[in-house]
């Protein structure tokens, strides 16, 4: 026997010695293979409210002769189904992991972060027109042309989640930025 | 076709160890396992030859856990001493000596670049040539060269 094959028999004694338990993963593996699915779920289930409270809000707003709702429902169908359509395709888009290479998994990977990019700026973009709608709803108040009890309701949804969307696209590009250096990093490593 | 139960009764200690390659925290190690067999269900219907499965089951492994590693770029680690010294066994000298023996190796193997680090597990998990180029696309000659100079590296690091 050579000295490779000593220091590989060895080597390989010694990785079989390590804790190789699984039967823990197991059991969570079904509660997993749900959760996945639920969470695609979730994100149309967005895409559908979006279009539904936005149709409902114009739906209001024609029957009663408000412009101020019409605005409102045409904007909420303007920014959330976009948004959840997006981070649907981006869930669902994963690599093929039984055809790719590692290499080809990274640079999936890679362009999955620029869509995730563009996704967070079209969120913060979208938090710009809802902080827009606010502030010509709250102008239309002061000029007299709406109602202003109806419109504090509306206007304080629409902006803490605009401020929501700023902090949730803050977080989530520090995520992503962190996720391109390390594909980077590793995809180096190849060459 | 093979079921997922199979694939993990055959296959699950040689996934938790190509994961521990890449994961140190037993958690996350655990995390992996468990997102690379997801992978391996969802894409066990694409396996044309069952006899293939074994390069199969290791390429999804390999390219979950890049996949995985990239991901957790920045997440907070959570220390696993504790849990080392608390298992030692029942001849605590002998478990420690032979784990400490395996850590090394593991650390080591974690510590090679990840060309090298994938071929090394495949030959750790007794795959033979062609079997390691179809789980990571390269010919048998590219394998040859990825072998050696990882079995050198290697060798360096642990004398």
């Known amino acids: ?191 | 076709m093979a079921t997922l139960e199979q694939v993990l009764a055959d296959y699950g200690p040689a996934l938790a160890r190509i994961a521990s390659s890449y994961e140190r925290d037993r958690s996350l190690r655990d995390e992996l396992v468990q997102e690379i067999a997801v992978a391996v269900w969802r894409s066990l219907p694409n396996l044309q030859d069952p006899a293939r499965l074994r390069p199969f089951v290791f390429r999804i492994a390999h390219n979950r856990a890049v996949s995985h590693v990239a991901r957790q770029a920045g997440r907070p680690r959570q220390d696993e001493l504790s849990e080392r010294l608390a298992d030692a066994g029942p001849d605590p000298e002998a478990s420690l000596l032979a784990r400490e023996r395996s850590d090394r190796l593991v650390e080591a193997v974690r510590r090679l670049p990840l060309p090298y680090r994938q071929v090394i597990t495949l030959v750790l998990e007794d795959l033979s040539y062609d079997e390691i180029g179809e789980a990571l696309g390269l010919t048998s000659t590219n394998v040859g060269v990825r072998i050696n100079r990882a079995r050198a590296q290697l060798k360096a690091m642990l004398a």
Do not use: H
């Not at chain 1, 080597?11 to 390590?18: E, G, L």
């Not at chain 1, 997006?86 to 994963?94: G, I, K, L, P």
């Not at chain 1, 700023?166 to 180096?188: D, K, Q, S, T, V």
């Open chain 1, 1 to 191: 026997m050579t000295d490779e094959d000593d220091f590989l028999t060895e080597a390989r004694r010694n990785w079989r010695a390590q804790d190789s338990e699984v039967e823990a993963v197991s059991e969570r593996l079904k509660l997993s293979t749900r959760f996945g699915r639920w969470m695609a779920l979730n994100d149309l289930a967005g895409v559908v409210l979006g279009v539904v409270a936005g149709a409902v809000i114009i739906w209001m707003g024609v029957t009663r002769g408000e412009a101020a709702m019409l605005l409102a429902g045409a904007v909420l169908m303007l920014v959330l189904p976009p948004l959840c359509w997006q981070a649907w395709r981006a869930r669902v888009e994963e690599p093929k992991w039984d055809v790719e290479t590692s290499e080809g998994v990274l640079r999936q990977m890679l362009a999955r972060t620029e869509v995730g990019l563009r996704l967070m700026s079209l969120a913060r973009w979208q938090g710009v027109v809802l902080l827009v709608l606010v502030a010509v709803l709250w102008i239309a108040v002061a000029a007299g042309w709406v109602e202003n009890r109806r419109m504090i309701l509306i206007t304080a949804a629409y902006g803490v989640t605009a401020v929501g969307v700023f902090l949730w696209a803050w977080w989530r590009e520090r995520g992503i930025r962190r996720e391109r250096e390390r594909c980077e990093r590793l995809l180096a490593e190849f060459r």
